[in-house]
């Protein structure tokens, strides 16, 4: 039972390159998410998936591009990388439902730690 | 817009003692639902419990129970019987529409033997 599983774990990228972040679940979510985590910070969520086909920005998607063409699968784009983009990038999903129920209980990935340099 | 609020950027505890780490929310929403992760060291995100807002009880689990005081907008985790590997950081979120959560800014809690 493999959960969230993100690729790379480690990354070091020059400014101005571009990458992919891979994020697969195998727990037949609805839902999917990608979260950044600069330094002592929390979480801000960067883009959500509530379906195949369907994406929807969040808080922080400046210079990021996802697609969702699978249940499965989430991947998040980098385009331009900037050193404003070093963090750690989080994958979760959920199975998604009404706001007060733990149908939103997010199950993580182990997190892809991006330099830019 | 949707708020969480963790104001206690560390704490300490010794072993075997109780702990409290507190979270305010705001939200205008009637509907919502709470949220603790732990995060080592190690950087994984780990649930720990949940409360909705229409549950009456406080919720349990295990060692970890949410004080949820609704009017006082409140929902603060306590950790009973606190041990070495309760030594993390501690995030506080919240869901309400879409299914999105919304993260504090966390506590990092120390275990002192």
């Known amino acids: 039972n493999a959960g969230v599983t993100q690729t790379p774990k480690f990354r070091i990228l020059k400014i101005g390159q571009s990458m992919t972040l891979q994020c697969a679940q195998d727990?037949?979510?609805?839902?999917m998410y990608w979260y950044r985590q600069d330094p002592g910070m929390g979480l801000k969520l960067i883009y959500y998936?509530?379906?195949?086909?369907?994406?929807d920005k969040g808080e922080v998607p400046n210079g990021y591009n996802v697609s969702r063409s699978t249940t499965e699968d989430f991947p998040l784009r980098l385009e331009l990388a900037a050193p404003s983009q070093t963090s750690v990038y989080f994958c979760?999903?959920?199975?998604?439902?009404?706001?007060?129920?733990?149908?939103?209980?997010?199950?993580f990935g182990a997190g892809s730690r991006l330099t830019v340099l | 817009a949707q708020k969480i609020t963790q104001t206690q950027p560390g704490m300490f505890v010794q072993e075997k003692e109780a702990v409290t780490l507190d979270c305010t929310y705001d939200?205008?929403?009637?509907?919502?639902?709470l949220f603790w992760y732990k995060q080592p060291s190690s950087g994984e995100m780990i649930f720990l419990i949940y409360?909705?807002?229409?549950?009456?009880q406080n919720a349990t689990e295990g060692r970890y129970s949410l004080n949820f005081q609704k009017a006082r907008k409140s929902a603060n985790l306590v950790i009973s019987a606190s041990q070495l590997g309760d030594s993390a950081m501690y995030f506080c979120?919240?869901?309400?529409?879409?299914?999105?959560?919304?993260f504090g800014e966390g506590t990092q809690l120390t275990v002192n033997p």
């Open positions: 979120a919240m869901s309400t529409s879409g299914s999105r959560l919304t």
């Open positions: 939200t205008s929403d009637q509907s919502y639902g």
């Open positions: 409360q909705g807002s229409y549950d009456e």
């Open positions: 998936s509530v379906g195949a086909g369907i994406t």
């Open positions: 979760a999903s959920s199975y998604g439902g009404p706001a007060g129920t733990g149908a939103n209980v997010l199950t």
């Open positions: 727990m037949n979510h609805n839902y």
